[in-house]
């Protein structure tokens, strides 16, 4: 077991590292030359431009001022300075909700460390248990639960800290919570109008032999919702095309790119092979080569473009309905629609850009069977990363590897080399593991048909999560722990795992301090340093960049990524929440983590993340109940030790802990969720009423007509992605497009209705 | 272990019993004074009524035709002959849905039954492993699974009867669930009008300093709901006045009960004595004494009626919301109205007489509280039931008893008494530990604040189910089990159990065929005598009944009791799942108690039963997920037993099936339960349609004011409690109350709404 010398290198190492990192972050981001890559918000904003040409050239590459340099450190403050509400205009309430995740930790874990240390740090130094035992043990054991004597009365007072510990907790989670529902009911109340609030996803519209879905929809909303009923888009299968564009992109970089080169050196042609990573082929000029490319996949794309609208085999049984009122987007997305409640199944319309486009060509029908297929998927995914995680766990502990190679011995007692392995190796395998995950889940969750991104990246944080609980925290301790007791381990059964897990856990405190400082962190440090963006920028700048816009695209302002942050950071909740009563003296590095990731994603969202979605904080439920989770697994866990440490009379009590946990959840669950999963009537008359008062004659047809248009339909130059931010915006010249009727004759409504229906899709590409 | 010809006894004495209760009814149900006993339904319909006092007096109480005695069976023709939508039309959806239940125990085991006797009876017969063992063994064991040697391949063969088994039953459920929902629509659709189409119930009305519950109410759903709300009835805490009400009838009984006795001897005066029981206090005369009473009472009624409307301290935060079209109510019940999700929470309104009207008077905050101190008190009155049921498991075990007090054997080696202890008494005993539970559970269901009374059967349902599950079923299991291999079982830890459990199930066949005998088939054989309510009515008949009124009273039809009836059933169905791989020699018993009970209940339901609700069959998605469950057990029990026989190659196959079953269940969820739970607004709105074309000018209004008044208030003469069943008819008279208004003044809207307001109360008193 590694002492507390080790444990202090291995600090060492990654607070130097830390530290490292932010100094060349901070030397880095006072480069003019860095701007784009440390400020993009700023630039996407529109307030932060390029420096001006006037002033020295040298001073629009490298920052020669001093004096910046010495407070090198001042980017601290003024992330924490922004309030919150401005916080919330400037990055979207998605990322301040974000933060008070780490707020959250903080809030709970700073009291409780406080209570630990008063508490339970004195109550098991004052024990000689381990001495007089004949275990290794470390320092670190010294002032954990291991050190107390079996039978002693002193389990008591973990006991009466458990119950403080669930009930600080839970406290803190009931007003976070409180305080995120009103949050989101007060941005999505104060909010602008938005596409969204009044549409609704139709899915599994039945098919039918002598209308097209088009008009089958406009009929049925006629019928069911005669006075709200406004107008409707039909969903296409435009994935071919999609791909199209892109690949039309890629071609455009590579001949701006051989452009480029040219036009730094005229002398000679550029000649390429056109096989195979060029490595084969004839020779062609690449320039001639790349134009060539571009104006045949133009012209596929202009034909797949006529083509979509018109062939019914790419129009989807689904479509966006949109209606005159938000209160009568909130009824339809809430209610049933048809006897079979399989067919015209209505949800909440994702905002535009947050729509997923893909996974809504997918056939309803199959979705069930892609579920179950991908539960069993993940299941496999999960229990087979066990082997690999296992393998490298041993390592992580010398006194395996001596026993099982005492050849090794000489190598590995050399001091430093056996702090490294302690210290640093583990955390950065284990690292590596999961670096690759995320994708992988992601993948998944795409299958799953989710529709909105924003669910999809909530479907991945839930896989994410149980991967993480089941191989990082139960694989690291019971296959380490295997490593010592596994004989003991593979003869017990099933309900002795907590056991098991119970007294391995606090031999796993010393690797999982390493861990969060490798993890959380330089993790974090690294986080801001931006490496990658920086390098690719710098490149990109160098190859492609021709135009203004072309460098607006270079820079790759990223976003928070949802799907991995949270339940990494839910991971050292669960660390935190489990070592709270047995090991305290891990606290501090928890709360170090949060407090130090807490400025550098304030600083991140603030001055470089550029959200692609807003949901208004809809993932918090998911936070809320992973904190639960976690703390019922604390609870467990602990219940399983103390039963071991045979401290009879205080255990039973602890099974009160889960049931009240459990009890709360639900109680959350209902006092809550409904915030955040349903759009309450009031709300939405109240800002309807508001609207007609404000302003009587708006033309919301207009507005919402081509609120969801597939991108790649939408945008005048069809290689900008981010174009469907335009949509809230630039409605006003697709009001302008006539909108053509065809299916008018069978509208079985009178006529007024007949111009409420949406405009053709040539229409649209026409003036596109 | 008992052996076939214990078992042949135990059959020949349940058959027996079963047989003279036959009997007993085919005479009975001919004499005419039993008539009203054995034909409730026909007079509650008025279709039947006494015999004429034409023709020979004896005629009347006896009858004396010989022929009717031959063909004393012929019942069973005569209840079978009604086809199913007559039998909707004569008993409501529930019953003849209810029905479905055994039918679907036939569908389902009838096909089991001759693979079972085809396939597996041959494989395990045709093994000598049991002679070969020195294992005490039966010849009902010669057939079950216990007869095949460990390693055997001819598991196999049990592996996919366990296949098809399961492929079979989800088949017919999911034929049946869809046949049920289908109904259920159906019916839901061709359905007269009924006040609950149109109504809500609201509930956690927010207090208001300074408008009135019914004020806030009406102000809340003009402005929400402006062009849909139609009027609403605030709900009071009646709770007293009911009780007041029921002493008075029951004084009402006993003045009845003295002055029929004075008037056959008018000779002497009846004397009582005030006290308790009548045993002390000063005599008076008993019938000046009870007209005392209940002139007392009457005031006292009186005075409450006055006071409750007036005292708001009796009016709850709750109120039935009606509003103008169906497709409203449907919105309505569907969507969440205010921003805080616990506040005007909506649900559909049960229909006038299914309400529970106690429950309404329940603090809805108070709800979650009770119903965690439920859970809890439910998990110990389930777990603590253990310990008797163990005791008398003992008993149904000769070897056990022998081994524990051999000084009892010459006694139990006596035969008859040997058959009789193993055949009859667990049966017994266990019933009548039964008999007791479902009031508890009910009034812990009542606890929980249900506000229906379909909904309260249906909770109660599941928790009887849970109870049997645990008591009987394992209970009955394990105790037994553990009685043979005590040791064993003590040491093994958590996921051994299905192991041990499987072991045991072979060898506690006999146990449950006796048991299936005794509470299955001479069950059902004595619902249809129903002893009880025929000596009750004989009794009313002789001391209370006067006039015809009265003997309507006095007969007590009864109705299905779905709470603890569906269980048992339930029951019967895991039996018959855990059994269709084991010991398939317990089939045909279980077929022959669906079809006996079939064949009983459905000629109980055509002359006997009177529902006092129809929930429109809402209970079958509780069936079906019974069911379902009852499927996954067996499933796992197999897979422990497999464990055991050491048929490595084959078990792992069985790890497939309930992944499927689970993954089944929740396919059917989404599929068909919406239909049960949720009101399709296309359905709403065709026959808000039909209506409009129909009747344009019906006083909707009138018709649903008063439609939600507590009981108590409604009936003209207080102590007829059906007559909640009025409201739907007499709404005519209730038109012709003026309704007066006083909140008009708050109305923020249009004097045109402020007539659509519901009466004050003391209007329909006063009509009253």
Redesign the interface.
């Known amino acids: 077991m590694a002492s507390l010398g080790d444990i202090g290198l291995a600090a060492a190492i990654n607070i130097l590292t830390a530290i490292a990192f932010l100094i060349a972050f901070a030397i880095l981001r006072l480069q003019p030359f860095n701007d784009r890559v440390y400020f993009p918000k700023w630039y996407l904003k529109g307030i932060r431009s390029d420096p001006t040409p006037s002033g020295a050239a040298v001073r629009k590459v490298i920052n020669l001022d001093y004096r910046s340099y010495v407070r090198f450190l001042n980017w601290i403050p003024t992330a924490l300075k922004m309030p919150e509400p401005e916080l919330i205009e400037h990055a979207g309430l998605d990322s301040a909700v974000y933060l008070r995740i780490y707020l959250l930790g903080l809030k709970i874990f700073v009291p409780i460390t406080f209570l630990a240390f008063a508490v339970l740090v004195p109550v098991n130094a004052t024990n000689d248990f381990l001495e007089r035992s004949n275990l290794i043990f470390t320092d670190i054991d010294k002032l954990s639960i291991s050190n107390i004597p079996n039978k002693s009365q002193r389990f008591w007072s973990h006991l009466l800290c458990a119950y403080a510990f669930t009930f600080w907790t839970c406290y803190v989670l009931l007003k976070e919570y409180e305080r995120v529902a009103f949050m989101r ?1 007060h941005f999505l109340a104060s909010e602008h109008r938005r596409p969204d609030q009044f549409t609704v996803l139709v899915r599994n519209v039945p098919p039918d032999p002598d209308e097209s879905v088009s008009e089958l929809v406009e009929h049925f909303f006629l ?3 005669p ?1 709200n009923y406004l107008t409707h888009q039909v969903v296409y299968n435009a994935n071919k095309l999609a791909k199209l564009v892109k690949k039309k992109k890629k071609t455009q970089n590579w001949l701006d790119y051989n452009q480029l080169k040219y036009s730094r050196n005229q002398s000679k042609r550029l000649m390429m092979k056109t096989g195979f990573l060029g490595l084969w082929g004839d020779k062609v000029d690449s320039i001639d080569f790349y134009t060539a490319e571009i104006d045949k996949l133009s012209k596929e794309i202009a034909a797949e473009r006529e083509n979509i609208p018109s062939n019914p085999k790419f129009i989807m049984p689904a479509a966006f309905v949109s209606f005159k009122t938000r209160w009568a987007a ?2 339809c997305a ?6 079979n ?2 067919l ?1 199944l209505t949800e909440w319309a994702p905002e535009p850009r947050d729509v997923y486009w893909n996974s809504l060509a997918i056939p309803f029908v199959s979705l ?1 069977i892609r579920r ?1 297929i991908i539960a ?1 998927a993940f299941f496999f995914l999960t229990f087979f990363f066990m082997i690999p995680i296992t393998f490298v766990q041993t390592l992580a502990n010398i006194e395996g590897i001596e026993k099982a190679a005492p050849w090794l011995k000489p190598v590995i007692e050399v001091k430093f080399i056996k702090a490294l392995i302690q210290g640093v190796l583990p955390g950065i395998v284990l690292k590596i593991f999961l670096i690759f995950l995320p994708t992988i889940l992601m993948l998944m969750s795409k299958i799953e048909g989710v529709i909105a991104i924003s669910a999809l990246e909530r479907r991945s944080a839930a896989k994410y999560y149980l991967f993480i609980l089941v191989n990082v925290f139960l694989g690291s301790i019971i296959a380490g722990a295997a490593f010592e007791q596994l004989d003991s381990f593979l003869n ?5 795992i907590p056991k098991i897990i119970g007294v391995a856990i606090p031999m796993k405190a010393t690797f999982f301090i390493t861990y969060i400082m490798v993890d959380g962190w330089a993790g974090s440090a690294g986080e801001i340093l931006r490496l990658k963006p920086l390098i690719i920028y710098h490149l990109k700048n160098f190859f492609l960049v021709k135009t203004d816009k072309d460098r607006d695209e270079a820079m790759d302002p990223g976003s928070l990524g949802f799907n991995t942050g949270e339940p990494q950071i839910q991971f050292y909740f669960l660390l935190g929440l489990v070592y709270a009563v047995v090991t305290p003296i891990l606290l501090p590095f928890i709360i170090i983590f949060f407090g130090l990731a807490y400025v550098v994603f304030r600083h991140q969202i603030i001055n470089v993340y550029n959200q692609e979605y807003e949901s208004a904080a809809a993932f918090w439920p998911d936070v809320h109940g992973r904190v639960i989770s976690g703390l019922i697994i604390s609870q467990v866990l602990l219940l399983g030790l103390l039963g071991t440490k045979e401290a009879a009379q205080s255990t039973p009590f602890l099974l009160a802990l889960p ?1 009240l946990t459990i ?1 709360f959840h ?2 959350c669950k ?6 955040f999963v ?6 939405a ?1 109240m800002k309807d009423t508001l609207e007609r008062a404000k302003e009587p004659n708006l033309n919301l047809k207009g507005y919402l007509q081509n609120a969801y248009i597939h991108p790649v339909f939408k945008s005048a130059d069809d290689d900008d992605d981010d174009d469907s931010y335009g949509v809230i915006g630039d409605y006003k010249h697709d009001t302008l497009v006539p909108t053509k009727r065809t299916s008018r004759k069978n509208t079985p409504l009178p006529s007024k209705y007949s111009d409420s229906s949406s405009p053709s899709l040539p229409d649209v590409l026409e003036h596109v």
Chains 1, 2 share one sequence.
């Open positions: 009911l019928v069911n919702h006075d909130a009824v809430q209610t049933q629609q048809s006897r409640p399989t015209w069930t179950l069993v017990e059964s099933a309900n002795e049931v009890w639900r109680f209902t006092r809550f969720e409904p915030a349903r759009f309450p009537l009031q709300e008359m």
